[in-house]
């Protein structure tokens, strides 16, 4: 059975996708937490980043320099925060690994 972010990859399910590669898609979180809230998921099926190994390396830096990018394209200033729960304790609520990009108000420190 696939996870939600495969069935929005796959195009079954409805996304606003900002960008998409043969690695990783884009989407707007359906449920924002700040005027910018991006998710950023590899097309492969990580279910969280504890379970990543090492042959995920290159998806991994992938990711993490595609929100870089995507933050300077879209003019964030250089100011945003990247998110990763890890778990069900932690927040995590879809299985397929996935950055937060979330910007356009203050961040504070430390997040709840
Ligand atoms: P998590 O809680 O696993 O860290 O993050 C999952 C995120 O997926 C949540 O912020 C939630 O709002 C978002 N989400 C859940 N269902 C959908 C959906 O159908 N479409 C989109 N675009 N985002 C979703």
């Known amino acids: 059975t696939l996870t939600l972010f495969e069935?929005?990859?796959?195009?079954?399910?409805?996304?606003?996708i900002i960008y998409e590669d043969e690695i990783s898609i884009v989407i707007k979180d359906i449920s924002p937490q700040a005027p910018t809230h991006l998710l950023i998921i590899p097309k492969k099926v990580i279910p969280k980043l504890s379970?990543?190994?090492?042959?995920?390396?290159?998806?991994?830096?992938?990711?993490m320099l595609l929100a870089g990018r995507i933050a300077e394209e879209l003019?964030?200033?250089e100011t945003f925060r990247?998110?990763?729960?890890?778990g069900a304790a932690a927040g995590q609520s879809v299985f397929h690994l996935h950055l937060?990009?979330?910007?356009?108000?203050?961040?504070?420190?430390?997040?709840g």
Do not use: Q
């Open 7 to 16: 069935k929005i990859i796959n195009k079954e399910i409805p996304a606003d």
């Open 100 to 111: 937060h990009l979330l910007s356009g108000r203050p961040l504070n420190w430390p997040p």
């Open 75 to 77: 003019g964030l200033d």
């Open 82 to 86: 990247l998110v990763v729960n890890n």
């Open 51 to 63: 379970d990543a190994s090492k042959e995920d390396k290159d998806i991994l830096g992938h990711l």
